[in-house]
């Protein structure tokens, strides 16, 4: 008898492990994923468990009307991390492997589209599929154990569908025809909600707490509930300038890159190239670049 108990204890802790490990294929290496064991300093904190190093520079921070708000620079060590789809698997550019500036309503939405026909019918299809959240604090919430998805026909698996992650976050979208549209929203454990534009589902353009004040994002600016403009963001490809309301005037924070376009390892080149900035989002989003300087003008 305490044989068998032993073998069930050990077959049940296997197909726990199994399901955890299952739960992390998704961008786990960035922020803090959870069941992460972490070493926190001022400035950087270590994963354990990836060794992968989060730092975070504070900017600026204000009190506001329900939401507070802050600027801080954002960066993981992690380049590249294997992403599963399925039962492919491949290194990727890890989740913003470059400095970004991250306040309260950054964070972006990742998905796969798939190209398909309706059952039956030569009707062309859309199906949004692997859903998963990237915070402002680079950590993925991807949406397990059921892994939801929508189509623009709804002959598949409806136009909309919903799905929690493991650790709390609920994210819901709809897909649209005529043309290929992709809406959704997604609300954190403590009940903020992420809001995207329907055109441009990938950054949040805002974000609303369980009281209704809301922090906006659009053409480079984010207002807070009254309407007021907190930070303001400047792009190029090699410099990005944050401006932000100080006591006796604007105060602008200047980050000047230097590209990297290609990494070794494991014997094979990797090359990486640049991806479109995130404008609404107030992140720049070159990847595998290193912050050469960073400056504050008065």
Same mark, same amino acid.
């Given at each position: 008898?305490?044989?068998?108990?032993?073998?069930?204890?050990?077959?049940?802790? =296997?197909?726990?492990?199994?399901?955890?490990?299952?739960?992390?294929?998704?961008?786990?290496?960035?922020?803090?994923?959870?069941?992460?064991?972490?070493?926190? @300093?001022?400035? !950087?904190?270590?994963?354990?468990?990836?060794?992968?190093?989060?730092?975070?520079?504070?900017?600026?921070?204000?009190?506001?009307?329900? %939401?507070?708000?802050?600027?801080?620079?954002?960066? !993981?060590?992690?380049? %590249? +991390?294997?992403?599963?789809?399925?039962?492919?698997?491949?290194?990727?550019?890890?989740?913003?492997?470059?400095?970004?500036?991250? &306040?309260?309503?950054?964070? $972006?939405?990742?998905?796969?589209?798939?190209?398909?026909?309706?059952?039956? =019918? +030569?009707?062309? @299809?859309?199906? $949004?599929?692997?859903?998963?959240?990237? @915070?402002? +604090?680079?950590t993925s919430h991807a949406l397990f154990p059921v892994n939801a998805s929508a189509d623009t026909q709804g002959c598949i698996y409806g136009?909309?569908n919903s799905g929690r992650s493991q650790d709390g976050w609920y994210i819901t979208f709809t897909a649209a025809p005529s043309p290929n549209?992709?809406?959704?929203?997604?609300?954190?454990?403590?009940?903020?909600?992420?809001?995207? !534009?329907?055109?441009?589902p990938g950054g949040v353009s805002t974000m609303t707490d369980p009281n209704g004040n809301q922090l906006t994002g659009a053409q480079g600016?984010?207002?807070?509930?009254?309407? $007021?403009?907190?930070?303001?963001?400047?792009?190029?490809? +090699?410099? &990005?300038?944050?401006?932000?309301?100080?006591?006796?005037?604007?105060?602008?924070?200047?980050?000047?890159?230097?590209?990297?376009?290609?990494?070794?390892?494991?014997?094979?080149?990797?090359?990486?190239?640049?991806?479109?900035?995130?404008?609404?989002?107030?992140?720049?989003?070159?990847?595998?670049?290193?912050?050469?300087?960073?400056?504050?003008?008065?």
């Amino acid at each position: 008898m305490p044989l068998t108990r032993r073998l069930v204890v050990l077959a049940c802790f =296997t197909l726990l492990t199994h399901r955890l490990a299952s739960a992390q294929t998704t961008s786990p290496a960035t922020g803090f994923p959870q069941w992460g064991t972490f070493n926190r @300093d001022a400035i !950087d904190t270590v994963n354990v468990g990836n060794l992968n190093v989060h730092f975070e520079f504070p900017i600026f921070a204000k009190k506001g009307v329900g %939401l507070d708000f802050y600027a801080r620079l954002v960066h !993981d060590n992690s380049a %590249l +991390q294997i992403n599963t789809v399925g039962t492919n698997s491949a290194w990727m550019p890890g989740n913003n492997i470059d400095w970004y500036v991250a &306040t309260p309503k950054a964070g $972006y939405l990742n998905y796969t589209s798939t190209s398909t026909f309706c059952p039956g =019918t +030569q009707t062309s @299809d859309v199906v $949004y599929a692997n859903f998963a959240f990237i @915070d402002p +604090q680079n950590t993925s919430h991807a949406l397990f154990p059921v892994n939801a998805s929508a189509d623009t026909q709804g002959c598949i698996y409806g136009t909309s569908n919903s799905g929690r992650s493991q650790d709390g976050w609920y994210i819901t979208f709809t897909a649209a025809p005529s043309p290929n549209r992709l809406s959704a929203s997604v609300t954190d454990p403590t009940g903020n909600v992420y809001s995207f !534009d329907q055109g441009n589902p990938g950054g949040v353009s805002t974000m609303t707490d369980p009281n209704g004040n809301q922090l906006t994002g659009a053409q480079g600016v984010i207002t807070d509930t009254g309407g $007021y403009p907190v930070l303001t963001g400047t792009y190029g490809l +090699q410099t &990005t300038t944050i401006t932000y309301p100080g006591p006796t005037g604007n105060v602008s924070v200047v980050l000047n890159y230097t590209s990297f376009t290609q990494l070794s390892m494991n014997r094979q080149t990797v090359r990486i190239h640049p991806q479109p900035s995130r404008v609404a989002s107030i992140r720049s989003r070159v990847p595998l670049v290193r912050l050469s300087r960073m400056t504050t003008r008065a």
